[in-house]
């Protein structure tokens, strides 16, 4: 189909170039006053055949470079273009205004040339820097959006209508399972996103041949099943994609600037990148951190030695919580229950460890 629409396009140039031009040729050879030759619709037929012999040649490339540009525009972003269109209209309305102010001036050479460089380089640079700052636009328009809700919200106070920031999940952060809990408690509020390529990381963990990432995999769906089906928080999904960016933390921190959203994770580097990016971001594990029970050091604990640590005559216990204490010293005193005194604290948002001395060495000091 396309291939003949190129070669009708072909046929209709080639006729209108016959009526004006071939007259023109004529006159250079002194045949103009042949009225076979000479006549509108011959010299139109002469022209249109001319170009369909050309069509033989020229078809095919005009065809493959037209299949790929639309390749280059289906798989490319929507807003992409959309932002990219709006540049490219904008440069081209400064380019005729001001056309049209150099041609008052009367000045043959500028006329003539002037008009047709402004709209080819302000329609570049307008296409350009739409594509470009196609995210800043984005987020003027949320932004916009934003004020109108609030407006709305003053409006409909009564009705106890709020607007809500949207919870971004990562991947991590669903398999690990306890922002499940997190949301039932309601300290979580907000609308919870899911976003479609997070869904499909999991359904690829789930389809794993390895066990372990297997399993893992299936427990993040059961994960997103009970944040659906037991959270009384709105969820929704995410059906874009961002198919020019690979990594799925690089998404979401893109989908959360042009969203205005808050990252959720426990991973350690994603949070770390999204602080760098000006990415809201709620690490799991902050939160874990800041509910523990605070030790300082010089306390006293009764725990029990589990195993032997890293360095020489350790022993490792852990509190009821999970965080793990080394205990300097403790080697001999596995499987055994000791009180001891806490040396120092160490906190990070990998998690927190407590370093003690058994109490019995505390006292013979």
């Not at 790929?68 to 440069?91: M, N, Q, R, Y």
Request: glycine share 8%; aromatic share 8%; with cysteine.
């Amino acid at each position: 189909m396309l291939r003949k629409i190129v070669q009708a396009c072909f046929l209709l140039l080639g006729g209108t170039l016959g009526v004006f031009l071939i007259p023109a040729l004529l006159e250079l050879v002194s045949l103009e006053e042949v009225i076979l030759i000479n006549n509108p619709y011959i010299t139109a037929i002469s022209g249109a055949i001319i170009f369909y012999l050309i069509t033989f040649w020229a078809v095919d490339l005009i065809v493959n470079g037209i299949k790929h540009v639309e390749d280059l525009l289906v798989k490319a972003p929507i807003t992409d273009i959309l932002f990219g269109s709006l540049g490219l209209i904008f440069g081209l309305l400064v380019a005729f205004l001001t056309g049209l102010a150099i041609n008052r001036m009367l000045f043959p050479v500028l006329d003539a040339f002037v008009p047709i460089l402004l709209t080819l380089l302000l329609g570049y640079l307008g296409f350009q820097v739409g594509f470009k700052k196609r995210d800043e636009l984005m987020n003027l328009f949320s932004m916009n959006r934003a004020g109108k809700k609030r407006v709305g919200e003053e409006e409909e106070g009564k009705k106890g209508f709020s607007f809500k920031n949207m919870k971004i999940l990562d991947t991590s952060v669903i398999i690990d399972g306890r922002i499940a809990d997190i949301c039932q408690t309601g300290f979580l509020d907000g609308t919870i996103v899911i976003p479609q390529f997070v869904l499909e990381e999991l359904q690829h963990i789930a389809d794993s041949s390895d066990a372990l990432k297997r399993n893992r995999g299936r427990r993040g769906l059961d994960i997103l099943n009970r944040i659906q089906k037991e959270v009384n928080i709105p969820v929704e999904m995410y059906e874009g994609d961002f198919e020019d960016v690979q990594e799925v933390d690089s998404k979401l921190v893109k989908l959360a600037k042009l969203t205005n959203g808050t990252v959720v994770t426990n991973d350690y580097n994603l949070n770390k990148v999204c602080e760098f990016q000006n990415v809201s971001v709620l690490n799991i594990n902050d939160l874990a951190n800041a509910v523990k029970p605070v030790v300082l050091p010089g306390e006293e604990l009764n725990i029990q030695v589990i195993k032997d640590g890293k360095e020489y005559n350790q022993g490792v216990a852990y509190l009821d919580d999970g965080t793990m204490i080394v205990v300097e010293e403790g080697r001999n005193f596995i499987g055994k229950r000791i009180d001891v005194v806490v040396t120092s604290v160490l906190q990070t948002s990998a998690g927190r460890m407590i370093f003690a001395k058994p109490k019995l060495m505390e006292t013979a000091l």
